[in-house]
């Protein structure tokens, strides 16, 4: 456990700057009006039980996943020597993405904007 004191509870009390980059930064890791649970405070409720949710469901799907199935032939063919790291780049990111949505779909797009986010600055 860390630091009881250090906390995400984003207070705006304070300088007018620090204000707008708080909510300019809360902005960033929201979705739908909604914080990512991340960035909810430790002692909230719901975001403990959506993080041992997420945790369980995690658990079960690479269960699943173990075994290898035949989606994992780009990997295999990676780990030979014959794939690209940009098939292999879909292949993973299609893979994380559906342990967490079941009807996600990885597309050159998505695996190009990650990789684009990967090389921002000050990442």
């Not at 909810?40 to 079960?60: F, G, H, I, M, V």
């Not at 032939?73 to 993973?92: D, P, Y």
């Amino acid at each position: 456990m860390g630091n009881p004191l250090v906390d995400r509870r984003f207070e705006t009390s304070g300088p007018i700057v620090n204000g707008l980059l708080l909510r300019v930064v809360l902005g960033a890791f929201s979705f739908r009006g909604l914080r990512f649970p991340t960035m909810s405070p430790r002692e909230c409720l719901s975001r403990a039980r959506k993080q041992d949710a997420l945790w369980t469901s995690l658990n079960y799907r690479a269960a699943l996943i173990k075994n290898g199935p035949i989606e994992l032939e780009a990997l295999a063919r990676w780990i030979k020597g014959t794939g690209s790291e940009h098939e292999l780049g879909i292949l993973v990111q299609e893979i994380v993405g559906s342990l967490f949505s079941s009807s996600y779909t990885a597309t050159s797009e998505s695996w190009c904007a990650a990789v684009a986010l990967d090389a921002a600055p000050g990442r």
